[in-house]
């Protein structure tokens, strides 16, 4: 069985662009998370998406945002790119029965460069 | 509202050595509990998780947690490490109701010596 997918693997920009990442759940989860770990500030939580809807959202500013799609998969989304975005982001799904709390499996991560 | 601490950065055993990582949560009930680890430039990896039941949980390669409500800390332990065991560490809480919003600790950067 396949795991978490996400694409692209690195990706470059320059500030005040637009980047977007992509996530595959798990084939039968629902949920998918999105994590942001910069250095020196951990993984902080970012956004949860549960059969196609926004559940939560961490304390990230709104030029962060996603969405989920049909086929369950996601998009992450951040415009107006600051240095600061450089960072691995996460993105983990879940099977989506227990409304949060079931255990996540985490993709590889996309490493975004702002320049 | 919850947080995590881990309050060892980095820690250094010897390979053949007992482990014991450290965390402690606060938050208003018992949360969901859970380690993961990552090595180098990888995702995370669920080592273990703590629901409800027996305090002391088993996970894979051989780690094991012990959840203390009195301390309010879940504990990461191991009694031989091996050579790749080496990676970072991450303690992580989600509250027990339906927010989806894990916290996670600084984590611990483990290293181990030959």
């Known amino acids: 069985e396949a795991g978490v997918t996400q694409s692209p693997t690195h990706l470059i920009k320059t500030r005040g662009q637009q980047a977007t990442l992509r996530c595959s759940p798990i084939s039968g989860h629902t949920s998918v998370y999105w994590y942001q770990q910069a250095l020196g500030l951990g993984l902080q939580f970012l956004l949860w998406y549960d059969e196609g809807e926004e559940r939560n959202r961490g304390n990230f500013p709104p030029r962060f945002s996603g969405r989920q799609f049909p086929n369950y998969s996601s998009e992450l989304n951040v415009n107006a790119l600051e240095l600061e975005d450089s960072a691995l982001y996460l993105c983990a799904s879940s099977p989506g029965r227990t409304g949060g709390t079931d255990t996540q499996y985490f993709g590889p991560g996309t490493r975004l460069t702002v320049l | 509202a919850q947080s995590v601490t881990q309050p060892d950065i980095h820690i250094t055993v010897s390979e053949g050595a007992s482990l014991e990582l450290r965390c402690n949560y606060s938050?208003?009930?018992?949360?969901?509990l859970f380690w993961y680890v990552q090595s180098p430039g990888q995702g995370l990896q669920l080592l273990l998780k703590?629901?409800?039941?027996?305090?002391l949980v088993q996970g894979i390669k051989g780690f094991e947690a012990e959840f203390k409500r009195s301390q309010s800390s879940f504990n990461l332990r191991k009694p031989s490490v091996h050579w790749s065991d080496a990676a970072e560490y991450f303690c992580?809480?989600?509250?027990?109701?339906?927010?989806?919003?894990?916290?996670f600790g600084d984590g611990t950067t483990l290293t181990v010596k030959p």
């Open positions: 938050y208003g009930a018992t949360p969901y």
């Open positions: 703590y629901f409800s039941g027996d305090t």
């Open positions: 992580a809480v989600v509250p027990n109701t339906n927010a989806g919003k894990s916290t």
